[in-house]
């Protein structure tokens, strides 16, 4: 594993925590279920595998692969949202199990599991050569590698940008979006695993206005939270009207409402046999 000796992963990484703990991403994370279980049949899932989703969040693919018969662990650094995930499983009667757990620190033991899952969450660790490689351990030969990366050029690649012109990100860290670029997983995957299917996708997100967008995600979605708490009010005035502003020129609605398409990578890996 490559890591950078002047980076501080760890301190970066509580900051991220912090982000991923404000707000509740919760009420954004349900929105894009369909996310979960489009993977699920990318991966094509058999009943009764062993299922772990890394960095779950309310546990889209947890669910979408609970649904499908497999046996689910899921994991996420933030406790809180488990606790939504779990009430989630217990709606459906589905049986799934939840781990509070680092996704670049994974506590499984190696090939473990059958697949291995992620919807734009293990994108958004630090030390992403780190967390690519403990995807591939815990991952039984054979096994599957499940994936949802947003793309540089999607709608949250421009809002995590926007955001990042108000409050840069750490120094040293490579960007998330980089998970939703072809060069970027043959360089985290390539030596690791025996095929890598990539297709690109898109989710749309839905709102009532562009004001609606920004009021639900100052709310919610933690990292823009935390990024308006450290502005001053000149400052958290201009970002929001940018956020408008870029979900206005993004919107594709034709019949009302708002309509943000967000492109993203689906990939599914193979791992040697
Ligand atoms: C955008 S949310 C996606 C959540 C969920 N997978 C979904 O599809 O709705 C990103 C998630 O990654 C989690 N996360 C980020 N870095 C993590 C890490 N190093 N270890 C565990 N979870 C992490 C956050 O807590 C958050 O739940």
Not at 69 to 82: I, K, M, N, R, S
Not at 242 to 259: F, I, P, Y
Request: proline share 5%.
């Amino acid at each position: 594993v490559t890591t950078d000796p002047s980076v501080d992963y760890d301190a970066i990484k509580q900051r991220h925590k912090g982000n991923w703990s404000a707000g509740d991403y919760a009420v954004i994370g349900t929105t894009l279920q369909i996310v979960g279980e489009s993977l699920c049949e990318a991966v094509d899932v058999a009943c009764g595998w062993q299922v772990i989703d890394v960095a779950a969040g309310n546990g889209n693919a947890s669910l979408a692969a609970a649904r499908r018969g497999c046996e689910v662990l899921a994991t996420d650094y933030v406790t809180a949202l488990l606790d939504h995930l779990r009430e989630r499983a217990a709606a459906e009667r589905l049986p799934i199990e939840t781990r509070t757990e680092d996704a670049e620190a994974l506590n499984v033991p190696d090939d473990s599991f059958d697949a291995v899952l992620s919807t734009f969450g293990v994108s958004f660790t630090p030390n992403q050569e780190r967390a690519a490689s403990e995807l591939v351990r815990v991952c039984r030969p054979g096994g599957r590698i499940g994936l949802a990366n947003w793309t540089p050029d999607s709608f949250v690649g421009h809002m995590l940008r926007t955001i990042g012109t108000y409050v840069p990100p750490p120094t040293g860290v490579r960007s998330p979006l980089e998970w939703g670029t072809d060069a970027r997983l043959v360089e985290l995957f390539g030596d690791q695993v025996a095929d890598l299917q990539v297709t690109e996708r898109e989710f749309v997100f839905r709102f009532r206005s562009p004001a609606h967008f920004v009021e639900v995600f100052r709310t919610y979605y933690g990292p823009l939270v935390m990024a308006l708490e450290t502005l001053d009010d000149e400052g958290r005035a201009a970002l929001q009207a940018d956020l408008v502003e870029l979900a206005r020129r993004s919107d594709t609605a034709r019949a009302g409402g708002l309509r943000l398409p967000s492109a993203y990578l689906e990939v599914v890996a193979t791992t040697a046999s």
